[in-house]
């Protein structure tokens, strides 16, 4: 019996679909919104229908992936109304209630502030850090 190269078959087209899969495949093994436990796979039927004879055989080609499905996901919507013009809105938002200040959206002061220097036993601010007083000496 002779042999059939895969790669031969319906003029090379299964060798074609079948790197195409491969790809879809190993794009999906590298989705992050994808579970990592799911086994994907690779699926090549033939089909083979003869004819009365027995002297023609018609082969039917699929190729097919079983890929893993995406992560569900979730957000929110603000809804209401406009009373002045009677409008309906839908606003969509995260972590944070509608109209609330992000800390992340703060600019930082063009100066930088500088740091006083907190003397750690009595909790006050030194006003001059770098000069040290002598009260034994301011005392007289």
Same mark, same amino acid.
């Given at each position: *019996? ?5 790669? +031969?078959?319906?003029?090379? !087209? &299964? !060798? ?13 093994? !590298? ?6 436990? $799911?086994?994907?796979?690779?699926? /090549?039927? &033939?089909?083979?229908? !003869?004819?009365?004879?027995?002297? +023609? #055989?018609? $082969?039917? $080609?699929? #190729? ?7 992560? +569900? *996901? ?9 009373? =002045?013009?009677? @409008?309906?809105?839908? %606003? @969509? ?6 109209? =609330? *200040?992000? &800390?992340?959206? /703060?600019?930082?002061?063009? @100066?930088?502030? =500088?740091? @006083? ?6 909790? %006050? /601010? *030194? %006003? ?5 007083? +002598? ?6």
């Amino acid at each position: *019996m002779n042999k059939v190269g895969l790669q +031969d078959i319906v003029g090379g !087209q &299964l !060798q074609e679909k079948f790197n195409r899969a491969f790809e879809k495949v190993v794009e999906n093994l !590298q989705d992050p919104n994808t579970s990592f436990k $799911v086994k994907r796979g690779i699926d /090549i039927k &033939l089909g083979f229908t !003869q004819n009365e004879n027995r002297d +023609d #055989v018609k $082969v039917s $080609v699929v #190729v097919s992936e079983k890929l893993a499905p995406q992560h +569900d *996901m979730s957000t929110s919507f603000y809804i209401g109304k406009d009373l =002045q013009t009677g @409008e309906v809105f839908a %606003e @969509e938002y995260g972590k944070q209630v509608r109209g =609330q *200040m992000n &800390l992340s959206e /703060i600019t930082p002061p063009a @100066e930088p502030v =500088q740091a @006083e220097t907190v003397d750690t036993e009595t909790g %006050e /601010i *030194m %006003e001059d850090a770098g000069t040290v007083v +002598d009260f034994r000496k301011a005392a007289l």
